[in-house]
C-alpha cells in the first residue's frame, strides 16, 4: 500500500529535550515537505527537500532542522525544543518537484510543556 | 497581506446545493494551484488542481483560475453532507518547491 507514514503520532515531552520525527514514504517520490498546523493559521511549510540531500525552507524553518539521506526518509528535528512549537505535524510527498499531489502522512501531535 | 487569503466560514448549504469556496493570492508568479479537503482529525487530501486560466471540472467539483484578479475558487455540485470538511487552498509560487495554503474554508452541507 502506497502511504507516508510518521513517527510517533503523538509526543509528549519537555522543553529543551531534543527529539526526532521520523517520515518515511514507499513510492519512490523525490519531493517530500515538513508542515505544522496550528488552529486560524492552516497548513505551514517547515521545510522541504526536492531530492536526496537536497533541503530548502519554507516559511517557518526557524527552530527546526531536516535531513534527507535517503530518498524514502526524511526526518524532522528540534534540537531545543519550546512550547511554541506545539503543533499537529504533517509530513508529505510527491513525484516530480512537489507540484503535483502530495500524499501527506497521518500527523504527529506534539506538546511541548 | 496574507499570500493565500480564504474566508474561514462557516459555510452552510443545505443538501443538493452549489457551495462556492474562493480562495485569492498575492504572488502573481504563482504557477500551480490546488484544492485539498481535510476531514476533522484527519490528513488533508487533494481534491484537484489546476495550473491555467479557466476552468477544470472532476465530478462534481469544478475549479476556476483567473490570474489577472489573482484568485481561484472550488464550486462543489449537488452537496452532500459528507462534503462537511475544510476545505484548503494551496498556491505554489513559481517553480519552487514552496507551497502556500491558506487558512482553510470550513463548509457545512445541512441534510
Known sequence: EAQVTQNPRYLITVTGKKLTVTCSQNMNHEYMSWYRQDPGLGLRQIYYSMNVEVTDKGDVPEGYKVSRKEKRNFPLILESPSPNQTSLYFCASSSGSGGYEQYFGPGTRLTVT | ?111
Open chain 2, 1 to 111: 497581506q496574507k499570500e493565500v487569503e480564504q474566508n474561514s466560514g462557516p459555510l452552510s448549504v443545505p443538501e443538493g446545493a452549489i457551495a462556492s469556496l474562493n480562495c485569492t493570492y498575492s504572488d502573481r508568479g504563482s504557477q500551480s494551484f490546488f484544492w485539498y479537503r481535510q476531514y476533522s482529525g484527519k490528513s488533508p487530501e487533494l481534491i484537484m488542481f489546476i495550473y491555467s486560466n479557466g476552468d477544470k471540472e472532476d465530478g462534481r467539483f469544478t475549479a476556476q483560475l483567473n490570474k489577472a484578479s489573482q484568485y481561484v475558487s472550488l464550486l462543489i455540485r449537488d452537496s452532500q453532507p459528507s462534503d462537511s470538511a475544510t476545505y484548503l487552498c494551496a498556491v505554489r509560487p513559481g517553480n519552487t518547491g514552496k507551497l502556500i495554503f491558506g487558512q482553510g474554508t470550513t463548509l457545512q452541507v445541512k441534510p
